[in-house]
């Protein structure tokens, strides 16, 4: 029976580049079979961050100091290593997106820091709700050590934040003298328009920490991911690690791929992940219009989709779980694990046939988890 596996945000082996890929392999063990019977330390790879500082300067416009990004296994260990570093005392409060990561809300609770939510809208963080936020945590002398955020294909959401409002976060964040993580792991993976510069190309201060990954274009297998940042705060977050660095032998075999183009990958595989997201997009249209709304992403991974109030969640689960539809709630991605009417469409991973069988599944699936069949009384994916 088929499975309709729209939970998890994987890239798409339809792309992956199997040939080229074990071309780099060969090439690195020949190359550099020696470095594998060492440490590679606590930045990795040197050949590797030289090609990332490229990728980042030619993507952002700012020249990119290698020696300034330190490999990490994965993302998700630079956004830990990160929360390590900026934390005094546990209960020390990170502001984010009310919607934000599964796994950065998992991390940055596991370590003892306080997650408040900031409201969004179609355009990501409101700033308006970010500064009356900031006010009252305050006065209320409670610790506000930084803000992490996802500005750029937001997870779950969708959302890109435009140039305007960046700046306004800069002005907020200078304004409070907070730090920023940005988390930019879905940069690459760009569908329609110009790119908004990243607020690490906006801002030469040393307030700006920026992580990426090499999983969101190219496969998160490899488990590579990186950190930009400038001192203080890379030394103090580097220092936070003590695996003796990240997997050496990916990171050799990714530098040889990427030795042939940083951005031929990309141009492969971003007209494919498009194409799905338009095909989720127009099956939403046609079998959902009237009882939902949705976020048409200009990159990345995920769809938002906002469900009628009446709809009961648990059910919904249960009546596309025996269809074998799968999707990811939007209680995971609320910092306070809300119950709340949002699910989030992985499409990327989705072959185009399970997609055309799987989105209709859905529609039944939400029509009977309601509890009543009167049109939406909502027009925009956020109040």
């Keep these: 029976m088929e ?7 994987q890239t ?44 980042e300067s030619q993507r952002e416009g700012v020249p990119v100091d290698p020696e300034m990004i330190a490999l990490m ?26 919607y934000t990561y599964s796994g950065t809300i998992s991390a940055y609770k596991g370590i003892g820091l306080t997650m408040v939510g900031v409201a969004m809208d179609e355009q ?13 945590l305050q006065r209320s002398d409670q610790k506000v050590r930084f803000i992490y955020t996802l500005t750029t294909y937001q997870n779950p959401t969708g959302t890109c934040m435009p140039l305007s409002r960046k700046k306004q976060l800069l002005e907020i964040a200078d304004r409070y003298q907070l730090p920023i993580v940005e988390d930019n792991c879905y940069g690459d993976v760009h569908f329609d328009g110009a790119k908004v510069p990243s607020l690490y190309a906006l801002d030469d201060s040393e307030r700006q920490i920026y992580i990426g990954s090499l999983s969101k274009i190219f496969a998160p297998g490899v488990r590579l991911g990186y950190l930009l940042a400038r001192k203080p705060h890379f030394n ?17 075999v990714l530098a040889q791929f990427y030795k042939k183009g940083i951005w031929e990958h990309c141009d492969v595989a971003n007209p494919v992940l498009r194409h799905k997201r338009n095909l989720v997009c127009e099956l939403l249209n046609e079998t959902l219009a009237d009882f939902c709304v949705w ?24 009546v596309a779980a025996a269809n074998n539809f799968y999707f990811a709630a939007g209680k995971d991605f609320h910092v306070d694990s ?46």
Excluded: C
């Design 12 to 55: 798409n082996p339809e792309t992956f580049p199997m040939d080229a890929f074990r071309d780099a392999a060969i090439a690195a063990i020949e190359e550099e079979h020696d470095a594998f019977n060492r440490y590679p330390g606590g930045k990795g790879h040197a050949g590797l961050r030289q090609l990332m500082a490229e990728r």
């Design 73 to 98: 296994n994965g993302s998700m260990q630079a956004v830990t290593l990160a929360g390590q570093a900026l934390m005094q005392a546990p209960g020390d409060i990170v502001i984010t997106e009310e």
């Design 338 to 383: 809300k119950q709340v009417p949002y699910l989030r469409l992985a499409f990327g991973h989705v072959p185009d046939d399970l997609i055309k069988k799987g989105i209709p599944v859905l529609a039944r699936s939400i029509s009977a988890a309601r509890t009543s069949n009167s049109a939406r009384d909502f027009e925009t994916l956020f109040d």
């Design 3 to 9: 499975v309709y596996d729209f939970a998890i945000g």
């Design 236 to 252: 103090n977050i580097v220092s936070q690690r003590f695996d003796a660095g990240s997997n050496y032998f990916a990171a050799a």
């Design 295 to 318: 976020s048409v992403p200009v990159g990345g991974l995920f769809i938002w989709v906002r469900l009628p109030e009446d709809i009961d969640m648990d059910k919904l689960r249960q």
């Design 124 to 136: 990501g963080m409101r700033m308006d709700a970010l500064a009356d936020t900031l006010q009252k």
